[in-house]
């Protein structure tokens, strides 16, 4: 199947920046979308980021302008700079990769373990 590994997350003060970065691997034909999703705990987990083709972003309204989502797809890598970091953005990063597995080919879907990115003086 797709193993997603996560890297990159820390304790940052705030105003600080991280940049996280998920690598895909295993049976992989081709990867559609990746995204970044976060979840703070008591909260339930959001999208903070995705990308899809390559060149397509969305972003969630507490990250615009802050966070850039980017993709290499020679690496099956996407990675997230995040920039001004408050203590909000505190919470459990997690990968998310939406793609075709090789032969036979079929959907999937996958997530990594999280990286843990903490905000705070």
């Known amino acids: 199947q797709v193993q997603l590994v996560e890297s990159g997350g820390g304790l940052v003060q705030p105003g600080g920046s991280l940049r996280l970065s998920c690598t895909a691997s295993g049976n992989i034909f081709s990867i559609y979308a990746m995204g970044w999703y976060r979840q703070a705990p008591g909260k339930q987990r959001e999208l903070v980021a995705d990308?899809?083709?390559?060149?397509?972003?969305h972003y969630a309204d507490s990250v615009r302008g802050r966070f850039t989502i980017s993709r290499d797809n020679t690496k099956n890598t996407v990675y997230l700079q995040m920039n001004s970091l408050k203590p909000e953005d505190t919470a459990v990063y997690y990968c998310n990769a939406d793609g075709t597995l090789g032969l036979p080919q079929r959907p999937f879907n996958s997530w990594g373990l999280g990286t843990q990115v903490t905000v705070s003086s």
């Open positions: 990308i899809t083709g390559g060149t397509s972003t």
